[in-house]
């Protein structure tokens, strides 16, 4: 067997290795648990909230926001409170570690940088997606239970429906690996948190004030307004397609986390 056969086998072992490390360091470590509590009783609970605003206002909506209403409005209007918090989940996972200074062991014992920054990405995207999915579902049928009072629920079966709660478990994912890459680069806490916040809510909120026709079309394009497109069922006039806006939020995401690694194999722990 060549030296290059046998080197395989201990670089897969190694980042599996390094993946197990990651794996126990989030689970083990009490602010992954109450940050995850956190984001998954506001996206449910604003989801409920939302739901009952809508059924208690339809009557009095404009014919136009009655014919565009859709079961998933309330979990995408929750989705705007929650994607922060989700967001500061993965700042945590690598600012608590240069602020603790746990960073310089993890490189004395995982020196290849790239090997450690995918396995945490890696890690980090599982666990998200997992909760993310099992929180989306949960969101949506809370949402219906309130919005069926009015006739005005629907069902995973609808048009749309299905893949736009599947959508909401993958674009939390996406969120909190952008956010992971937004504390890489600053590796600052707070300084990340309010970097997430304004990439992922402030952006969204000005884009809806840019006048005229580039307005919206930049608007659009904004990060946020881009990856929650995939909550819409339909798509909605004025957003991108569903699955093109979450890829161009996947774009962001890559090229952040690119930019991350690049500065993170150039500065010292």
Not at 98 to 114: F, Q
């Amino acid at each position: 067997m060549s030296d290059a056969t046998a080197a395989k086998p201990a670089k897969r072992m190694r980042f599996a290795n390094v993946l197990s490390a990651e794996w126990t360091k989030i689970l083990t470590v009490k602010s992954t648990f109450w940050t995850l509590f956190a984001g998954a009783v506001v996206l449910i609970g604003f989801s409920a909230l939302w739901a009952l605003a809508f059924s208690a206002s339809f009557d009095d909506m404009s014919s136009n926001d009655r014919a565009t209403f859709t079961p998933m409005l309330p979990i995408q209007a929750a989705f705007y409170f929650a994607m922060v918090i989700f967001g500061a989940l993965g700042v945590l996972v690598i600012t608590a570690e240069y602020a603790s200074g746990m960073i310089r062991t993890t490189l004395t014992a995982v020196p290849r940088r790239v090997t450690y920054l995918a396995a945490k990405t890696v890690v980090l995207g599982v666990v998200v997606l997992l909760v993310g999915l099992a929180v989306s579902f949960a969101s949506f049928y809370a949402s219906q239970l309130i919005l069926a009072t009015k006739g005005l629920d629907g069902s995973l079966g609808d048009r749309g429906v299905l893949r736009a709660v599947i959508g909401g478990g993958v674009y939390l994912a996406l969120i909190a690996i952008l956010a992971l890459a937004v504390g890489t680069l600053l590796r600052h806490t707070a300084g990340s948190i309010v970097v997430v916040f304004v990439l992922m809510f402030v952006l969204g909120i000005v884009g809806g004030f840019l006048p005229g026709s580039w307005g919206d079309t930049v608007n659009k394009y904004l990060p946020s307004n881009a990856g929650s497109a995939i909550l819409s069922p339909t798509r909605q006039q004025g957003e991108l397609a569903p699955w093109t806006g979450l890829a161009l939020f996947a774009a962001y995401t890559l090229v952040l986390l690119a930019a991350a690694l690049v500065l993170f194999k150039r500065r010292d722990a």
